[in-house]
Nanobody, 124 residues
Framework: EVQLQASGGGLVQAGGSLRLSCAAS????????IGWFRQAPGKEREGVAC????????TYADSVKGRFTISNDNAKNTVYLQMNSLKSEDTAMYYC?????????????????WGQGTQVTVSS
């Protein structure tokens, strides 16, 4: 059974940092990608960042470039999202999802399985 466990969310002041983790299990594909998405109240879910865990290649949404960094630890089957210089507009529920074809797109429809989400709240 494919499982994605997101964690690390919390309440932080604007300008602060958080690191989210996404622990993946239940699949043995050699080439897949993990993406981070977020959804704020009343808004559509949007892609934030994505990494191909085999190649280490990444994609970022323009809104987070230079502030967020996605990385992976294959030994732990875990992908991280380091979020720095947080803004109030980063407040959202953050989800991780897997693209079993290894693509780096931030399209929701390209991802096959989703974690349960972790809340990030940035106070101004």
């Amino acid at each position: 059974e494919v499982q994605l466990q997101a964690s690390g969310g919390g309440l932080v002041q604007a300008g602060g940092s958080l690191r989210l983790s996404c622990a993946a299990s239940g699949f043995t594909f050699d080439d897949y990608a993990i993406g981070w998405f977020r959804q704020a109240p009343g808004k559509e879910r949007e892609g934030v960042a994505c990494i191909n865990v085999n190649e280490g290649t990444t994609t970022y949404a323009d809104s987070v470039k230079g502030r967020f960094t996605i990385s992976n630890d294959n030994a732990k089957n875990t992908v991280y999202l380091q979020m720095n210089s947080l803004k109030s507009e980063d407040t959202a529920m953050y989800y991780c999802a897997v693209d079993l074809l290894g693509g780096l797109g931030l399209n929701i429809n390209e991802h096959d399985y989703w974690g349960q989400g972790t809340q990030v709240t940035v106070s101004s």
